[in-house]
């Protein structure tokens, strides 16, 4: 999967830390955009596909960040860190059965198949600080699972902003954030565009530094 909204807006919206890790990475998008954000922050770029880690290392090899962010090829369920990361993202497989790609990286970066919710939710547990925070980007349809996997893995949500694309259009993804101990839950809204083609001002104060 190549650069889409989805994460760009997490990529935007994400809080950082000293250790970052992006699950699922894809291109190394958000990684790179989390590097851009937060220059003092050492990440780590996991993805189970071989291909998909290999075109991140390339796009990582030709950005000014490719000194601090390592792609590991893996299975995040077996990765193992030495030292626990402040923040971890994720723009997660979102299609649940329903019909896959005959392309097969294509299934993998789409379809829960590789990475379920409970896995990622899992590992994010057993990978984050105690103090750190789990972000994520979801469509409408698949967040009341995605929650219950949350706090079955002990996770409580902090933050959550409901995107709609346009104004009059019911919220189509969410942008969340997960904590390991519970505290009140910040939540915000914003609109994509406030007509066809036209940003909205949140939108272009939020994503403005990663767009030419």
């Known amino acids: ?10 990529g935007a919206w994400a809080r950082g830390g000293q250790r970052v890790l992006d699950i699922g990475t894809g291109t190394g998008l958000i990684a790179l955009m989390m590097a851009q954000r937060y220059p003092e922050a050492s990440l780590v770029a996991v993805d189970i596909d071989e291909g998909a880690a290999r075109q991140a290392r390339e796009n ?23 030292v626990s990361f402040q923040a971890i993202v994720s723009n997660p497989p979102y299609f649940n059965h329903s019909l896959t790609s005959p392309d097969s990286q294509r299934t993998a970066a789409r379809h829960t198949d590789t990475l ?4 990622l939710m899992v590992s994010a547990h057993r ?21 219950a996997e949350a706090l079955l893995a002990g996770f409580f949500k902090c933050r959550e902003c409901a995107v709609r694309t346009t104004p009059r259009k019911s919220p189509r993804r969410y942008l969340m ?11 915000t809204e914003g609109i994509i565009e406030i007509s066809p083609g036209v940003r909205s001002p949140w939108y272009n104060s939020l994503c403005k530094d990663f767009y030419l």
């Open 177 to 187: 954030a997960f904590r390991k101990h519970p505290t009140e839950v910040e939540m």
């Open 127 to 147: 990978l984050l600080a105690d103090d750190g925070e789990l972000s994520i980007v979801i469509p409408f349809d698949c967040k009341q699972q995605l929650e």
């Open 116 to 119: 379920s919710y409970r896995r």
């Open 60 to 82: 990582v090899a030709r950005s000014h960040f490719s000194d601090r962010i390592e792609v590991v090829c893996a299975d995040v369920a077996d990765y193992v860190a030495e």
């Open 1 to 10: 999967m190549k650069v889409g909204t989805d994460g760009t807006l997490l």
